[in-house]
């Protein structure tokens, strides 16, 4: 699987926006990018999915860079509850296989 | 909201006990995931399910470890004689449908603590 690297904390206040990046310059051109959140002492969650184009849903926005060597995750407006870990992971088109969790990024928010 | 539900929360228990974890997936769902987190650690894959039977394993995943859908809407994880390494944060995970996101649903976890 090709790898991904995020930084390891990133720090935000209340009601900015956070913008989480992630490098996968490995990437090949059929793997999708995925997003989930770990809240603390829960189990991972879902966040958003995308392959070439920008995404945006309920919970967050994804910015695909045009080669798609890195991705950007956008909160709009951070609120206490988004403090968790992200994972971003690559992911093949059809795949029911396993997710390969990283170490992620620490998200603080800061009220 | 369909959610994946885990019992119990919290198992303890002596080193070389079985244990059985309990999942419920969502109803409908076709893939059944086992993953573990060791405290201050990653999420590490162990197993999936699909079609009544086993899809994919990791190293983790050595006989000690199985897996089972007894009656069609639990999944269970069970460990035969427990290690102590084996303490960990278990989370049952599923899916839907063979598609390009076939996005996973993850359960609250079963912290086990073997002593």
């Known amino acids: 699987d090709a790898k991904t690297t995020q930084p390891n904390s990133m720090e935000s206040n209340e009601e900015e926006p956070v913008h989480l990046p992630c490098n996968h310059s490995t990437i090949s051109g059929t793997d999708y990018i995925h997003w989930y959140r770990q809240l603390p002492s829960q189990g991972p969650e879902y966040v958003i999915h995308g392959l070439t184009s920008n995404v945006n849903n309920r919970m967050a926005s994804l910015a695909i860079a045009e080669d798609r060597k890195s991705s950007t995750l956008i909160l709009h407006r951070a609120t206490l509850r988004d403090a968790a870990v992200y994972y971003c992971?690559?992911?093949?088109?059809?795949?029911?296989?396993?997710?390969?969790f990283g170490s992620g990024t620490q998200l603080t928010v800061l009220p | 909201e369909p959610e994946v539900t885990q019992t119990p929360s919290h198992q303890v228990t002596q080193m070389g006990q079985e244990v059985i974890l309990r999942c419920v997936p969502i109803s409908n769902h076709l893939y059944f995931y086992w993953y573990r987190q060791i405290l201050g650690q990653k999420v590490e894959f162990l197993v999936s399910f699909y079609n009544n039977e086993i899809s994919e394993k990791s190293e983790i995943f050595d006989d000690q470890f199985s897996v089972e859908r007894p009656d069609g809407s639990n999944f269970t994880l069970k460990i035969r004689s427990t290690k102590l390494e084996d303490s960990a944060m278990y989370f049952c995970?599923?899916?839907?449908?063979?598609?390009?996101?076939?996005?996973?649903?993850f359960g609250p976890g079963t912290r086990l603590t073997v002593l």
């Open positions: 995970a599923s899916s839907g449908y063979r598609g390009t996101y076939n996005e996973q649903f």
């Open positions: 992971i690559l992911r093949a088109p059809g795949s029911a296989r396993q997710l390969t």
